[in-house]
């Protein structure tokens, strides 16, 4: 309407520090939750990978905070203060008992674990589902009750971040699998059977994930004028190149194709591919999603 | 959404602003006011002046908004703030509270009308505070004191004798994003549309 003289730009200062955080707590979520399947769910042919996954749960909930102390301003006063000072409405206040609680069940759970006392994994291993699903979905909910930005302002988010947290640490486990038997075992043969489950249930949690996005994106399409532009900032603008090209084509549709033919499946280089398409694809989403959200101005 | 007016029966002051940009000549006198009494670092800014070029030669006009900390009713900063450092007085003044905020930066991305700013030394979140300390003491806000055209009006909404409580009853006036439910407590006397939208660069889909 008319040309902008003077104004004062947004400072976005909560991009790749936070993307990233966000990142390594899915990471953690996924491999945890394949963890569960065999001792949770008694999923036998899950079991290999249960102790892989709750090691590669704790060590990146140990390294995805560090993230988080970065980005805030004042590291050591933000841990106490967000104990001290709880303010109950915030969703960002839950994150601090959840960052805390979840790693030290996980460690008691993989106890259990390595030591072979299974009734006991089994109940701290059903104990940390909700927990895994609370420590992501949270993150999910602290960019929905962003109530300004209309591309995080969306009842999905929770859901879409639960599900991309699912599908990268699913892709994670299978290359860390791979590795493990390749190189660390007596045999140096990869598990097969359990490579191939795995990549069944990513190719079904990645139809998933596409179906949310695509969920999301109609509404946005079709909702007010903040959110039609923010729509189209993902699809054609500045952001397409990573949304559209880098998270949803190279990290979801390309390794969904992937694993879904079985030829492809069965072949380890194509498997490979696609695990590591998929976590690049996820670190994009993350990026997009966090810096993305609030990369237009509002006023 | 509450009441707007709520407060209107209450024996405590409800500060607020009422800015009359037919009065504004668009000078930043109050930007550096501010400033200077805010001792706010080069590169941000607590209140400043949105100016819009707008219409065709020969009819064309500057069109301002001076923007600072709208001070809602309803704020969603003090919501969303993980250590409750983002704070309401009981006046109605949305402050910051410097020994609890650890700069996580929440409030910035959840308030509507960016004018929260992160500090670059102190490593905190800060914003307008109505001059906080100046209104303790019975002084108006800087940016109210340094402006030529007196186009910033302060004052306490709930004392009916008070100038923008009567400018607020009288005239038409306006708030930024009303549909959010924040209930903004500055008010505006002939804002431009031109200033209040975002550079629209899409088609949108139900445009011929």
């Known amino acids: 309407m008319g040309k902008v003289v003077f104004d004062v730009q947004y400072q976005t200062t909560v991009a790749f520090l936070i993307s990233y955080y966000f990142y390594f707590t899915g990471l953690s979520a996924g491999s945890f939750m394949i963890s569960t399947l065999s001792y949770g769910f008694g999923m036998e042919k899950f079991k290999p990978a249960s102790k892989m996954g709750v090691i590669a749960a704790v060590l990146l909930l140990l390294l995805a905070p560090q993230f988080l102390l970065m980005q805030v301003g004042w590291p050591i006063k933000s841990v106490w203060n967000h104990f001290v000072y709880l303010n109950p409405l915030s969703a960002m206040s839950y994150g601090a008992f959840l960052l805390i609680l979840y790693p030290i069940n996980s460690i008691i759970y993989g106890i259990f674990m390595f030591k072979g006392n299974l009734k006991m994994t089994k109940i701290f291993g059903l104990i940390g589902i909700p927990m895994a699903l609370a420590v992501h979905g949270y993150t999910g909910w602290i960019l929905a009750l962003g109530v300004a930005r209309d591309y995080w302002n969306t009842g999905l988010m929770p859901i879409i971040f639960l599900f991309s947290a699912m599908v990268s640490g699913i892709s994670m486990m299978i290359l860390l699998i791979m590795i493990r038997d390749r190189f660390f075992t007596k045999e140096k043969v990869i598990n097969g059977d359990l490579i191939d489950s795995l990549a069944k249930i990513l190719g079904w949690l990645l139809v998933v994930d596409l179906f949310l996005v695509f969920c999301d994106f109609s509404v946005l399409l079709y909702s007010k004028l903040e959110a039609q532009e923010v729509a189209h900032f993902m699809l054609f603008g500045k952001m397409s190149f990573w949304f559209v090209i880098v998270e949803n084509l190279v990290g979801k549709v390309i390794p969904m194709v992937i694993v879904m033919i079985p030829g492809m499946r069965k072949s380890y280089f194509w498997l490979i591919l696609a695990a590591l398409m998929n976590m690049a694809g996820i670190l994009a989403m993350r990026i997009v999603t966090v810096y993305g959200g609030q990369a237009l101005p509002l006023m | ?208």
Not at chain 2, 118 to 137: W, Y
């Open chain 2, 1 to 208: 959404m509450s009441n707007p007016h709520k407060t209107e029966n209450s024996d405590l002051p409800r500060f607020g602003m009422v800015i009359d940009i037919d009065r504004c000549i668009g000078c930043h006198t109050c930007e550096i006011a501010c400033k200077i009494e805010n001792d706010v670092p080069l590169g941000i800014w607590r209140s400043w002046v949105k100016e819009i070029e707008k219409g065709k030669y020969p009819n064309v006009i500057r069109a301002f908004r001076p923007t600072l900390c709208n001070h809602c009713e309803n704020p969603i900063c003090v919501k969303v703030c993980p250590v409750n450092a983002a704070w309401q007085r009981e006046d109605g003044i949305v402050m910051v509270d410097p020994h609890l905020c650890v700069g996580c930066r929440y409030c910035m991305s959840a308030c509507p009308y960016e004018v929260r700013y992160l500090h670059p030394t102190k490593g905190m979140v800060d914003k307008c505070d109505f001059c906080s300390v100046r209104v303790d003491a019975g002084l108006k806000p800087s940016c109210v004191e340094a402006c030529p055209t007196s186009a910033r009006i302060f004052g306490d909404l709930n004392d009916a004798k008070s100038e923008v409580a009567k400018l607020v009853a009288t005239k038409p006036v306006s708030t930024l994003k009303p549909d959010i439910g924040t209930a903004p407590r500055v008010y505006y006397i002939g804002l431009d549309i031109a200033t209040m939208e975002i550079k629209r660069e899409v088609k949108l889909l139900w445009e011929k």
